[in-house]
């Protein structure tokens, strides 16, 4: 049984999840806070395993609350906030703070239903989250192969695919920080809702040695640019001509997730074959898995993060279990074995430590 409370300063908003949340048998919602003092007694009397938590509150704002429990109580947290681009730059800068999840409120855009099914799934992967001590904190490696080699993976038609889902807004930013300027083009899909992606976009831009940006229907692929898939939207690679492009289509959720891995990951198999290289990371479920396959047997490079800095070791470990891996890699040391795949020296790209 997860033992859940539930931070909000609406009482409608409270009411709703504790009853929505109810429904499920191996959910139980100890309690529920107006605000983070509140919140802060609650948790040292009912002891919860999950946190639900607001974005903006009264006295005490989610941000400057999560700072302090992660300080000195770390539990696993799941943000519950409305779709505003001020909520949305708060939502990720949430998760750089260490939540693990982010759901969007019910609203006149998401049914209730719909946002219980979203946050359920983001309580159970909270519940068997792993979180990481400030020491444990992988050590981003900056990839310093031979130059000749970095200019020329720029000139080369090769794709770099990512997919993740929990706790990878850190470890995509983690790879994408250390990856250099001369990377080839890159899609990426975290698994998040609709209107956060643009924010998660613009922070891995701040970053990123790359142009980072959330795709547009028919972006061209190119080095040195990594799209995001836009939340609510599968994305596919596709082929105009000579040059490589992206679609966004709507269609029905796969593994309960729009956009999903196993969708880019397969149309990357099909339009790139052996030019591609795939990166799967840390998430809950098994999205990614099958399509890293088909990746690899297309003949594409392919890589998984190795369970000891996986937040949740659920999609890497399904990947390893249908032999779709070539290379399980620490999150730390993920950037340079990328570049080594890349350029075909698998693991003889040097690094160092950033």
Do not use: W
């Amino acid at each position: 049984m997860i033992r859940v409370l539930v931070v909000d300063d609406s009482a409608v908003v409270r009411k709703i999840l504790t009853e929505e949340l109810s429904k499920y048998p191996d959910i139980d919602v100890v309690g529920s806070a107006v605000d983070p003092y509140v919140a802060r007694d609650k948790i040292v009397e009912l002891n919860p395993d999950v946190l639900t938590l607001d974005v903006e509150m009264p006295r005490m704002d989610g941000l400057s609350f999560l700072a302090k429990l992660m300080r000195h109580h770390p539990m696993p947290v799941v943000i519950v906030s409305s779709v505003t681009p001020k909520n949305s730059d708060a939502a990720i800068r949430a998760l750089e703070l260490g939540a693990v999840e982010v759901i969007c409120k019910p609203g006149s855009a998401f049914t209730v239903p719909d946002v219980a099914k979203q946050l359920v799934r983001a309580i159970r992967a909270a519940a068997s989250a792993r979180l990481p001590k400030q020491q444990d904190t992988p050590v981003a490696c900056r990839v310093t192969a031979d130059p000749a080699f970095l200019a020329q993976m720029k000139a080369t038609h090769k794709i770099l695919a990512i997919g993740a889902s929990t706790g990878g807004t850190k470890a995509i930013e983690t790879v994408l920080s250390s990856l250099p300027a001369t990377t080839p083009g890159t899609v990426i899909v975290q698994h998040m809702p609709a209107l956060f992606t643009a924010s998660f976009a613009t922070r891995l831009n701040s970053i990123s040695q790359m142009e980072v940006r959330e795709a547009r229907d028919n972006d061209s692929v190119v080095p040195g640019v990594a799209l995001v898939a836009p939340g609510n939207h599968h994305m596919l690679l596709e082929r105009d001509g000579a040059r490589f492009i992206v679609k966004l289509k709507d269609g029905p959720a796969v593994h309960h997730q729009r956009p999903s891995v196993d969708v880019l990951f397969d149309s990357v198999a099909r339009k790139a074959g052996r030019n591609a290289v795939g990166v799967l990371l840390t998430g809950m479920g098994a999205d990614g898995a099958k399509g890293l396959l088909a990746m690899r047997e297309s003949g594409a490079y392919t890589l998984a993060e190795d369970e000891s800095t996986c937040i949740v070791f659920g999609m890497p470990k399904e990947a390893i279990k249908l032999d779709a891996v070539d290379e399980v890699v620490p999150l730390g040391e993920m950037s340079n074995a990328i570049v080594g795949a890349l350029i075909g020296q698998g693991r003889q790209a040097v690094a160092q430590p950033a």
